[in-house]
């Protein structure tokens, strides 16, 4: 069964904005988590990355995390993860 990929961002980030586009325009299901607004998930973010609060940090469904990713290695881990079925998009791509 396919799982949502958890986002954690903020709404001043550019690469978050990048990254959000990149998955919006592939069609890609996720859960955008503001860590400005969510102590917790600040705090999640934290925990992740070893002590730094670096974002994007996107989680995916296989448990594999990308920080600050380019558009090439997210869309390499979309298409990883679509292969794999642990993810399904609403656009052809």
């Keep these: 069964m396919a799982r949502k990929i958890i986002f ?13 586009q990149l998955l919006d325009e592939l069609g890609v299901d996720y859960e955008y ?26 989680v995916f469904p296989d448990s594999h995390v990308l920080v600050e990713p380019s558009n090439e290695e997210l869309k390499n881990e979309i298409d990883h993860l679509q292969e794999k079925n642990l993810i399904v998009t609403h656009k052809q791509m």
């Design 33 to 58: 988590i503001d860590i400005e607004k969510d102590t917790e998930a600040a705090k999640k973010v934290v925990e992740i990355n070893k002590g730094s609060q670096s974002i994007p940090t996107i």
């Design 8 to 20: 954690y961002g903020a709404n001043w980030c550019g690469d978050c904005h990048r990254s959000k």
